[in-house]
């Protein structure tokens, strides 16, 4: 059901004139009584935009796919983050025995080969093995000016950090590019002295390689940090 109203409403002098006439839905028309019709729409918008940030964001209209170009990311972040810290009991560990040691762990054949690990279910696998995990979501922390040195601070000994970054990809099949979440092993920081900024070393398994990212560069595609406090070797 529609209606016509006033853009500029009455109540603020608004004109009875063409241009500032528009059909409105009814019981929105209601709900925002006599204020302004574009600061209603524009609040409107926004209100869905919040609604949907946290699973779909901004402009996309599908939800964050987990490890869909690499479903080994998580597994194999996890493999290099325990190797660099405490190491393995088995000196024959590999990250292909590591992967088979999940998915038995989890009673699941299907990690790394068709789907990724949620975070329940990294939560799941590590409380097996009695680490402890917290989980740092970024968009909740950027509102309290979560800054690099903050990011530096969680490098302590007998924690690994495992970073989930939230990448675009166009596909061929897709009508609109897709938001899709990345695990990486954030390996060290160290403060580049020329430049007088730090610099962040991430081991990254969809790349196949080691990445450096400046603050800025990983502020923009952090979605969120497993804070991993590792015991004895695995």
């Not at 690994?160 to 009508?175: C, H, S, W």
């Not at 092993?185 to 160290?190: E, G, N, P, Q």
Request: charge should be positive; hydrophobic fraction near 35%.
């Amino acid at each position: 059901q529609v209606e016509i109203d006033h853009v500029i409403p009455r109540a603020e002098n608004g004109p009875d004139e063409e241009n500032n006439y528009a059909l409105v839905h009814r019981p929105c028309n209601r709900e925002k009584r006599a204020s302004d019709l574009r600061v209603a729409r524009r609040m409107a918008e926004f209100a869905q935009a919040l609604a949907k940030r946290r699973n779909v964001g901004y402009g996309y209209k599908e939800p964050v796919k987990q490890d869909t170009q690499c479903p080994l990311c998580t597994v194999y972040s996890l493999y290099y983050g325990f190797q660099a810290t405490i190491g393995f009991s088995d000196p024959a560990m590999t990250p292909q025995r590591f992967a088979d040691y999940v998915r038995t762990t989890l009673k699941d054949p299907t990690i790394g080969v068709t789907r990724g690990m949620s975070t329940h279910r990294i939560r799941t696998f590590l409380k097996s093995l009695g680490y402890g995990v917290r989980v740092v979501e970024m968009q909740e922390r950027l509102k309290t000016q979560f800054g690099e040195g903050d990011l530096v601070a969680l490098f302590k000994p007998g924690q690994v950090l495992m970073g989930a970054l939230t990448i675009v990809q166009r596909y061929p099949d897709e009508p609109e590019p897709l938001r899709e979440e990345h695990k990486i092993f954030l390996r060290d920081a160290y403060f580049n002295q020329t430049e007088k900024r730090w610099v962040f070393v991430a081991m990254d398994t969809l790349l196949g390689r080691t990445s450096f990212y400046s603050w800025p560069e990983l502020k923009a595609l952090l979605h969120k940090v497993y804070v991993i406090e590792v015991g004895k070797p695995l």
